[in-house]
């Protein structure tokens, strides 16, 4: 079993900057498509970014383009870098992973086989 936890949430102005971090207790196949998805009140959960960790191919949604980053740490850790946040930012934010070839449908929750517990993202105008 593989535990993934996250760290790096908080309350920011519009324009500022959070970074999360997820780290998985080990690395593998299993968990070599690492990304972020959020979900806010009322809505779906929806895939932030994505990074393949055995490529370092990276995807993100429309909406984080340009403002948002996700890197690779060491082999264990992945990074959401947001930038410029806006209101429309303000969800709880997850970390998930899946093994690598399902990289390609990363916007799909249901390819996701661990979870970490979510860090709150909360963006004030």
């Known amino acids: 079993q593989v535990q993934l936890v996250e760290s790096g949430g908080g309350s920011v102005q519009a324009g500022g900057s959070l970074r999360l971090s997820c780290t998985a207790s080990?690395?593998?196949?299993?968990?070599?498509?690492m990304a972020w998805l959020r979900q806010a009140p009322g809505k779906e959960r929806e895939g932030v970014a994505a990074?393949?960790?055995?490529?370092?191919?990276t995807d993100y949604a429309d909406s984080v383009k340009g403002r948002f980053t996700i890197s690779q740490g060491d082999e264990n850790t992945v990074y959401l870098q947001m930038n410029s946040l806006k209101s429309e930012d303000t969800a709880m934010y997850y970390c998930a992973a899946a093994p690598g070839g399902a990289c390609w449908s990363w916007r799909r929750r249901n390819v996701y086989n661990y979870w970490g517990q979510g860090t709150q993202v909360t963006v004030s105008s």
């Open positions: 080990r690395a593998s196949y299993s968990t070599s498509c």
């Open positions: 990074i393949n960790t055995g490529g370092g191919s």
